[in-house]
């Protein structure tokens, strides 16, 4: 369940041209976790395959690109990695991966 000020991010693809659109929504829960809910043109939500522990407070960010069944979604939260550096996981075939273990500091 999202906690109360939950941080929130979403992005949308086309899995195949002329279907409905494809809906991700990235939120925190109460236990510190950073989970996802999807949609395929908004008829139901199901449980997305992103879980992953965040650190208190963490915020969320995702972008898409692409369609037409390629779609490369990243998504960038604070999961403890060098204390409270920006970490990126990517969707690549068909699961999640880490990408990049923390942004450096700007």
């Not at 979403?10 to 899995?15: E, N, Q, V």
């Not at 990235?26 to 809910?37: A, H, P, S, V």
Request: hydrophobic share 40%; aromatic share 14%; proline share 7%.
């Amino acid at each position: 369940m999202a906690k109360p000020r939950t941080p929130l991010a979403a992005t949308s693809f086309l899995l195949t041209p002329g279907n409905p659109q494809s809906v991700r929504v990235y939120y925190g829960t109460e236990d510190n976790r950073i989970l996802e809910k999807g949609t395929e043109g908004g008829t139901y939500w199901y449980d997305g395959a992103f879980e992953h522990s965040a650190i208190p407070d963490s915020q969320v960010a995702a972008v898409d690109w692409g369609n037409g069944g390629v779609f490369n979604i990243r998504l960038y939260i604070q999961d403890g990695a060098f204390k409270n550096g920006i970490s990126e996981w990517a969707w690549f075939r068909r699961s999640w991966r880490r990408g990049i273990l923390a942004i450096p500091p700007a």
